[in-house]
């Protein structure tokens, strides 16, 4: 059960039409913590709705972007404490999942563990050349299970198993490559990439990407045959939308939409 307490685990802004949520725990290594991830449910849940909000960007201060679960937390408490910390972290991902916003992680830095298994959830992941991720928890007699159902559903089979089960880091080369990253950058580029994916999603009408982010993981989990008459339900749906009949009027008539954002 959550209750933030009055320590700060989160520093977070909102800039035309960006929230960004920055991880700023540096004496644990950002780690998830309980207070941590109430205070992340609850930055990112925060005025959903509001057309003002376009996009959220989920970054953290330090050389480590999250070092994952708190192990002071969990060795200190008993078992029932301990599955209500492992389901605080499934809520938070689930959030993520049904925002109506794109949720991008801006990482510049370690993610371990749950702090991978974090990573791995967010829409979009940007990280820089120097960053590095893994999943140790063998190491210290916890496999990262949870961790591994993330990473596995976006990662090829042979890099997942591969860092669940040696627990060895992986560069932010290779998770791009295996699919856990959406781009790679030097350091000195990753602000100017951010604010580029973001531009662009803020150039879309909010309510067709809310719309169209929540079909796309729905349709994940359907045969195709099912998955294709979906959606070509949804996009009927999708026509009937005022700002898509806007944007194809904008269209023809060779001028920038003018989005209601309105669904």
Partial sequence: MCNNGAEKF?????????????????????????????????????????VDLRCIVLSAQGK?????????????????????????????????????????????????????????????????DTSKFSTPGASVGIFCNTPGVAISRVMTHPKSAYM??????????????AGLVTKVVPEQELDATITEITCAIKSKSRSVISLGKEFYYKQQQMPIEQAYAA?????????????????????????????????
């Avoid at 725990?25 to 005025?47: I, R, W």
């Avoid at 972007?65 to 192990?71: I, K, V």
């Avoid at 669940?164 to 490559?177: D, K, N, R, V, W």
Wanted: charged share 20%; hydrophobic share 40%; net charge negative.
């Fill in 10 to 50: 989160l520093e977070v802004t909102h800039k035309n039409g960006v929230r960004e949520i920055t991880l700023s725990h540096a004496k644990t290594l950002n780690s998830l913590s309980m207070p941590m991830m109430c205070q992340l449910q609850e930055a990112l849940s925060k005025d959903q709705d509001a």
């Fill in 64 to 128: 480590v972007w999250s070092a994952g679960h708190n192990l002071k937390e969990l060795a200190s408490c008993e078992s029932s404490a301990r599955a209500e910390v492992f389901q605080q972290l499934s809520d938070v991902i689930m959030d993520i999942r049904k925002l109506p916003v794109p949720v991008i992680a801006k990482v510049n830095g370690y993610a371990a563990a749950a702090g991978c298994q974090l990573v791995a959830s967010c829409d979009l992941v940007v990280c820089t």
């Fill in 164 to 177: 669940l089960m040696t627990g060895l880091p992986i560069s932010g080369e290779e998770a791009y490559i």
């Fill in 231 to 263: 959606a070509q339900a949804k996009m009927v749906e999708n026509m009937q939308m005022d700002d898509c009949k806007e944007g194809i009027k904008s269209f023809f008539e060779k001028r920038p939409p003018e989005w209601t954002h309105k669904n």
